[in-house]
């Protein structure tokens, strides 16, 4: 009878240490800078923060699609990035994985959010969301936006989508989709002295060669991203308000057309190149050229490494009107560039 005793004794002994030892460890919740509510205190148990660190934005939702919901956070270090490289203090973005007790530790990174080269004194910060399973990063820098989606894949999180917007001149919203290769590029804002948003419209849209989706511990950094996924594009005119105006409609002034000059350049200086087509639609080219304020061409020449194209149309102009164009023509390869210009009344290229 006394064995019995005993062993019941010890089952419930060790059942009371099981417990003990199961029970999720608490601490002080954590108050962040971009969030009224501070850290909940069995998220922040895992939360190390030296002299100087500071926790920026959390958000939580269920990542894994296990039900539970998980925790994504943003931290800023008090050490300067050692590597120079982004000019700033380390952001560290860390995923607790949710359970019934608590949280554990999942991905992580240290160098895909960087306020670095864009930072200045009072520079917005990245801020966080967790919406229908997938982890939203924004981080507007000077009058322009990036974006990165992460999605549960496997037993890790991976990079699907980067955005990319400029709010300055006629800008544009360019979306990379990692899952299927997509590239959009959408119309976004029209500088044309009103300030007014206008509709926007697909400028651009093809399937490229992009990168498989990298996993959070691996990807670039996000500051980078916007160098690396446009190499996976034609060279397209560029856009950009300081090289041109978008009320000014220069379709009924060219003398010569974007596509004759780009033919004269690559006749005189590249006459091995091949023409290569833009996989524009007609809605689409028609768009970018409303845009741009000129007819686009629809190729640009290529022998395999340099490629030759139209970079744009150059207004100069005063209160009467029209004062006259120039015509930009770009040669790139690798770290080597050329650039040729011809007034439209007269044709003549010149190079510099």
């Given amino acids: 009878m006394r064995k019995g005793i005993t062993i019941v004794f010890f089952l419930l002994f060790a059942g009371l240490l099981t417990a ?5 460890v608490s601490a002080a919740p954590v108050p962040a800078r971009l969030r009224e509510e501070p850290l909940p205190g069995k998220a922040a148990a895992l939360l190390t923060l030296d002299e100087g660190d500071e926790l920026i934005d959390w958000c939580d939702g269920d990542l894994n699609g296990d039900g539970t ?12 990035d050692a590597a120079g490289e982004r000019l700033g203090k380390i952001c560290e973005l860390l995923v607790f994985l949710g359970n019934k007790q608590g949280y554990t530790p999942g991905p992580s990174s240290r160098t895909f959010i960087t306020r670095g080269a864009e930072a200045y004194p009072g520079a917005p910060l990245s801020s966080l969301s967790i ?4 982890l939203h990063i924004y981080e507007p820098i000077r009058k322009c936006e990036r974006a990165a989606d992460f999605q549960w894949q496997g037993d890790g999180l991976v990079l699907t989508q980067f955005y990319w917007g400029e709010w300055y001149g006629n800008g544009t919203k360019e979306y990379y989709d990692l899952t299927n290769g997509t590239y959009s590029m959408y119309s976004a804002y029209s500088d044309d002295c009103s300030g007014d948003l206008l509709p926007s419209k697909l400028l651009f849209q093809s399937v490229l060669d992009l990168p498989a989706p990298w996993r959070l511990e691996d990807a670039p950094p996000m500051m980078e991203l916007y160098t690396i996924l446009p190499d996976a594009a034609p060279p397209l005119p560029y856009l950009d308000g300081n090289w041109y105006r978008s009320d000014l409609d220069s379709s009924g002034v060219l003398q010569h057309t974007p ?3 780009l033919d004269q350049v690559k006749e005189a200086y590249y006459p091995e190149m091949e023409r290569v087509d833009i996989p524009w639609t007609e809605e689409t080219r028609a768009n970018f050229s409303a845009v741009a304020g000129y007819p686009v061409p629809g190729y640009y020449y290529t022998d395999g ?8 149309l150059e207004f100069s102009y005063s209160d009467g009107g029209f004062l006259f164009l120039t015509h930009h ?8 560039f050329y650039s040729y210009s011809s007034k439209d009344e007269t044709g003549i290229i010149e190079t510099y």
């Fill in 20 to 24: 003990c030892g199961s029970e999720t």
């Fill in 69 to 80: 919901d998980d925790i994504a956070l943003i931290v800023e270090r008090s050490e300067e």
């Fill in 131 to 134: 919406e229908d399973g997938t």
């Fill in 259 to 261: 596509d004759e000059m």
């Fill in 305 to 312: 490494e340099a490629t030759l194209r139209y970079g744009y």
């Fill in 329 to 336: 023509i770009l040669s790139e390869d690798g770290e080597t």
